[in-house]
């Protein structure tokens, strides 16, 4: 709702340069900020979009920035992990790695070229995941900027918008806890939340490469990261649990943009639904 209404204000505006900024290498990420970026496009706004995945068939309104392809970050061997009670420590090892490979991807001429040009945009996208690295645009473009988890959101990503992040009754986004945590739950919740935290900031977050590549006058990442106008996260009360949240942290699970399509009659037969008319069309 809240972003219908946001659709509404930037509408009944002249429409707006928008720069979306997507380099993390995740087919599956990049597919949930897709469709607003293309819904952007469709209601007029001019969208540039750097990714690894341009559009296919070039869309009006849509420009694309494309990376060059790197191996799929989302395939990890699991024979390679430590045993599961481990797994949630060691993924972020994982996530380091991939946050120092993103953030090499600055040195692309695209990338390049995006940090020394003249143009002017409204507006930034951007992903907030497992680096601020990208943020040095904020500070380049200075114009407001909106974060976007595809994902229930990274720990260290509360804290920037106000959002309450305390560990007794916020499961942290690596433990996998219901809700209603138990006393030995919580305890685990906040071990993580201190881990995940000090890790993100002294592994991930991405100060030394930024300023290697916008300058040493960068603000420190996190200091910068405030300004954040909008937090858009891919979450549900109904599927992650009721929170409390600021009005600028927003969930959109699901992004409900696109008409929903026709659910195939083998999946009503498997739920055993009988006699549901649903007046979708496809797509
Ligand atoms: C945050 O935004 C304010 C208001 O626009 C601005 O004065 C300040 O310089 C910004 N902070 C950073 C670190 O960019």
Known sequence: MRLLLLFAFLTSVSSLKILGIFPYAGKSHFVVFEVLLRELAKRGHQVTVVS???QKRSLQNYKDIALEQS????II?????????LRKYAILKYLAQAAWETCDKLNQKSMQDLIKTTEKYDLLLIEYFNTDCFLGFAHKFKVPFIGLSSCYDM?????????????????????NFDVHMNFWERLE???????????????MQGDEIAKKYFGDDLPPLHVL???TSLFLVNTLPALNGARPKVPSFV????MNIN??????PTVYDMWEIKDVKLDAEDD
């Not at 106000?162 to 499961?171: D, R, S, V």
């Not at 008409?259 to 195939?264: D, N």
Request: glycine residues 4%; without cysteine.
């Open 189 to 203: 919740n906040t071990i993580l939340y201190l881990y995940t935290n000090i890790i993100y900031s002294t592994l």
């Open 71 to 74: 191996p799929n970050v989302e």
């Open 251 to 254: 969930e959109v699970g699901g």
């Open 52 to 54: 690894e995945f341009p």
């Open 225 to 227: 990261a405030r300004n």
């Open 155 to 175: 720990p260290w990503v509360g804290e920037r918008v106000a959002n309450p992040t305390n560990p007794a009754y916020i499961p942290n986004h690596f433990a």
């Open 77 to 85: 061997n699991i024979p390679d992990m430590p045993p599961p009670f």
């Open 259 to 264: 008409k929903p399509k026709q659910v195939s």
